[in-house]
């Protein structure tokens, strides 16, 4: 099973940026499809961002379209996702997955446990 490490949260002003990685323990290539969700305190998750492994495809909520980009590096097997103009809707603990779910239109949050995941507060 693929181990996954995230990084990069913490707490920030409306209108901030902040840049989430998430380093996989094994080659990345092996997963077609890696991303992001988030689960909101009360345990709602949302489907972030996605991106397709072994290619360039990505998919995002529409919540974040416009405001994230997520991206990957093959050689390091790392993906990140970059938030701008963050809001204080963008609160939540952000997790890292490599789930098929994540690579629909709109990207869908897998079930199950993902690890602790890295908590973003966005305040107004």
């Known amino acids: 099973q693929v181990q996954l490490v995230e990084s990069g949260g913490g707490s920030v002003q409306a209108g901030g940026s902040l840049r989430l990685s998430c380093t996989a323990s094994?080659?990345?290539?092996?997963?077609?499809?890696m991303g992001w969700f988030r689960q909101y305190a009360g345990n709602r998750r949302e489907g972030v961002a996605a991106?397709?492994?072994?290619?360039?495809?990505?998919a995002y909520a529409d919540s974040v379209k416009g405001r994230f980009t997520i991206s990957q590096d093959k050689a390091t097997n790392t993906v990140y996702l970059q938030m701008n103009s963050l809001n204080p809707e963008d609160t939540a603990t952000y997790y890292c997955?490599?789930?098929?779910?994540?690579?629909?239109?709109?990207?869908?949050?897998?079930?199950?446990?993902w690890g602790q995941g890295t908590e973003v507060t966005v305040s107004s």
């Open positions: 997955a490599a789930h098929f779910l994540l690579c629909s239109y709109p990207p869908k949050a897998p079930g199950g446990d």
């Open positions: 094994e080659d990345t290539f092996s997963y077609n499809c």
């Open positions: 991106i397709f492994t072994g290619g360039t495809a990505t």
